[in-house]
């Protein structure tokens, strides 16, 4: 693909033309309802959308195939994000009008690190071929031990990184509204905020080591892996409002979400005996997402959690009959 520098600036100006207006809307602190989150989540999903049918018009359909799966597969690792997100704001006890603002932040920052680490594996996937083979393994082997510990629980109180942030900077236990930083004593401290900003940022970096990689395995081209990357990300901050109190529901989604990374990096291994084509890629991806959330959904709906305990019940009662 030959992408012109005025396609980069396009871009770009569109997410920072986007994340103006997103921040402008939510100015004011205030707790994002369902109704506004799915607003802004169909709006972002709208987006991302069209841009890929603006590279089909542009490029083809294998590359507008390609921006798809690449979008798809940051967007259903982005649920994962979903889930530690709820984890760190419980864990801080963050009031939740406060938290648009440090997922807003969290993202841009997410925005930074994704197009360094897009910039590197370009790099090094130019200069070195057979580093794909290293990525394809990486994926294999994290898809599996996602899978083995999809039940696992994180303890954020024996976190490093957040353990050695609290010994470096002086800071306060007190929240000063959406604040990070604020003045006492003469000097600048940090608030809470601060940290829980810095745990979103370091959670963001750790995905980001999965997804990026995930996504170089059906696209090499750096204008669609960032683009793909990027349309999803934006997304984020509405869809964890809109999916933070339905998260203990999604019990099967670790183990899609393992399937996917295993699938791409079986890809990756194989590119040079088999190309899988991307409209089978975009199905398998789009087969193991859909499965994952319906099966989950099924099995968590109302009154199912009551019959498995009753037949638990019964069969404990029948055995000790017997």
């Known amino acids: 693909m030959d992408v012109p520098l005025w396609a980069w600036a396009a871009v770009l100006a569109v ?33 991302g959308l ?29 649920v994962d994000n979903v889930f530690v997100f709820a984890l760190i704001f419980t864990y801080f006890a963050v009031p939740r009008e406060y938290q648009h603002r440090v997922l807003f932040y969290g993202v841009l920052g ?27 393994a990486f994926l294999v082997v994290t898809g599996w031990k996602m899978f083995v510990h ?25 929240y000063h509204g959406q604040r990070f930083w604020v003045r006492q004593g003469g000097r600048w401290v940090a608030t809470p905020l601060f940290f829980v900003l810095v745990m979103v940022e370091t959670t963001d970096i750790i995905f980001a080591v999965d997804s990026i990689p995930a996504i170089f395995a059906v696209t090499q081209e750096p204008f669609l892996v960032f683009t793909s990357n990027a349309f999803a990300i934006l997304g984020l901050r509405a869809m964890y409002f809109l999916l933070a109190d339905l998260i203990e529901r999604f019990v099967h989604l670790k183990a899609g979400l393992a399937a996917i990374l295993v699938f791409v990096g079986v890809k990756m291994l194989l590119l040079d005996v088999y190309k899988i084509p991307i409209w089978l890629s975009l199905g398998v991806i789009a087969l193991c997402l859909a499965v994952s959330v319906g099966l989950s959904l099924w099995q968590t709906r109302p009154g199912a959690r009551d019959a498995v305990a009753a037949d638990a019940a019964g069969s404990e009662r029948e055995v000790d009959r017997a």
């Not at 402008?24 to 987006?47: G, K, Q």
């Not at 997410?110 to 990525?135: D, E, K, P, T």
């Open 15 to 47: 997410i920072l033309v986007m994340l103006a207006v997103d921040l402008f809307a939510h100015r004011d602190a205030h707790v994002v309802s369902v109704r506004e989150a799915a607003t802004w989540s169909a709006i972002w999903v709208s987006l």
């Open 50 to 78: 069209a841009f890929g049918g603006v590279v089909s018009w542009a490029y083809g359909a294998q590359a507008g195939g390609e921006y798809l799966a690449g979008y798809l597969i940051e967007k259903s690792l982005a």
């Open 110 to 136: 997410a925005l930074v690190f994704r197009a360094v680490f897009i910039a590197a594996g370009s790099v090094l996937i130019s200069s070195f071929a057979w580093i794909l083979y290293v990525f394809g």
């Open 150 to 174: 999809r039940d696992g629980e994180t303890d954020l109180s024996r976190n490093r990184v957040l353990a050695w942030a609290r010994r470096r900077i002086p800071s306060t236990e007190d």
